[in-house]
């Protein structure tokens, strides 16, 4: 397996405050995203960040009534008239973080923004006002993970099952604390997981996506990368801004 590349190959741009990344035409995605969430065919996918004072005390469906629709407005704006997959979050583009991993031909590739500041354990229930502080800061961990594997149905769910194995595994490392009782957090309340590939057929195909799987370990080792480099970006932030 060859070590991890911070460069993807997947074609993107940062306008402002929106992450497009162009999937080179029909993907198959499954999410839970705001805008496209579930299993779905998209050719874009947006991260667009939004006011850090708003989404840092409430979800982004409490900020906007219809976050889908803001967001196929975003993709419209943007003159993108494909189906796109859309994600908010408060962490400004400018951490993003990227990486790439490869082996026998088969690649995983992960954007990612990272902000801790609404971090919780999973199982704490949510209180009434879902806040950790009103100082705006972002938040949230948004993960887009993408493969030129064909996977399938059930190795998608299991892509989003390993990344999430691997974020709670750094958040743990790295001593991270639910922001409401201050035990190890699993992860944040905003937290967005994507995963595209190949239509059937047209990628190397791939049944399976668990621990014991190549694909599985380039899943886990792509998210590690980035969410270590984003909390990184995020305590850098945090403290230019106290």
Not at 66 to 80: E, K, N, T, V, Y
Not at 129 to 144: E, Q
Not at 176 to 198: E, L, M
């Amino acid at each position: 397996m060859n070590g991890i590349a911070t460069r993807v190959r997947t074609h993107y741009r940062v306008m402002g405050p929106t992450l497009v990344v162009n999937l080179g035409g029909q993907k198959r995605v499954l999410s839970s995203a705001p805008q496209g969430g579930g299993f779905t065919l998209a050719s874009y996918i947006l991260n667009h960040q939004v006011d850090a004072d708003s989404t840092a005390t409430v979800t982004p469906s409490q900020c906007f009534p219809d976050p889908a629709r803001f967001l196929r407005r975003m993709a419209a704006q943007l003159g993108i008239r494909a189906h796109t997959v859309g994600l908010m979050t408060a962490v400004p583009m400018t951490q993003l973080v990227t990486a790439r991993a490869v082996c026998d031909g088969l690649w995983m590739e992960c954007f990612a923004t990272v902000g801790v500041t609404n971090a919780v354990r999973a199982g704490e229930w949510p209180p009434q006002h879902a806040h950790c502080d009103g100082s705006g800061k972002p938040g949230t961990i948004n993960l887009i993970l993408i493969t030129n594997g064909s996977l399938s149905l059930g190795a998608m769910v299991g892509v989003v099952q390993v990344a999430t194995e691997a974020k709670t595994g750094v958040l743990r490392d790295h001593r991270v604390r639910s922001c409401h009782r201050g035990k190890a957090a699993t992860g944040t309340g905003t937290d967005a997981v994507v995963i595209a590939c190949r239509l059937s057929r047209a990628g190397i195909p791939c049944q399976y996506s668990g621990t014991h799987t190549i694909l599985g370990a380039l899943v886990g080792r792509v998210v590690t990368h980035c969410i270590v480099r984003g909390l990184a970006k995020a305590k850098a932030w945090r403290e230019s801004h106290s």
